[in-house]
């Protein structure tokens, strides 16, 4: 079983940025995809952003040109850079893994795909 840990979560005013972390276990296999999930408060979560293997990025339309997703595969971290927040960004934030290598970029972003899942980081931002 791969075990994730995010940190990185907490506050911020709108306009502000803050960075993510998702630490795995080591045996998170490098070709595995992994991505971000985030679930606002009241409505059901979403996909954020993904990557796979090779290094192939996919983005919701709503964080696109704001968030950056990377991976050190020799650290087996996964990060979220969020910039220009908007309280609209504000809800747990989850990384998964476990995504099968060669799955279509455009389904890395549904939850069923993966098979790991770490236990959120809530991200606030304020007006």
């Known amino acids: 079983q791969v075990q994730l840990a995010e940190s990185g979560g907490g506050s911020v005013e709108a306009g502000g940025s803050l960075t993510l972390s998702c630490t795995a276990s080591p045996n998170n296999r490098n070709f595995y995809g992994m991505a971000w999930f985030r679930q606002p408060p009241g409505n059901e979560r979403e996909g954020v952003a993904a990557?796979?293997?090779?290094?192939?990025?996919i983005y919701a339309d709503s964080v696109k040109g704001r968030f950056t997703i990377s991976k050190d595969s020799a650290k087996n971290t996964l990060n979220l850079q969020l910039d220009s927040l908007r309280p609209e960004d504000t809800a747990v934030y989850t990384c998964a893994s476990g995504a099968p290598p060669g799955l279509p970029l455009a389904n890395m972003m549904r939850s069923h795909n993966y098979y790991f899942w770490g236990h959120g980081t809530q991200v606030t931002v304020s007006s």
């Open positions: 990557i796979d293997a090779d290094g192939k990025v």
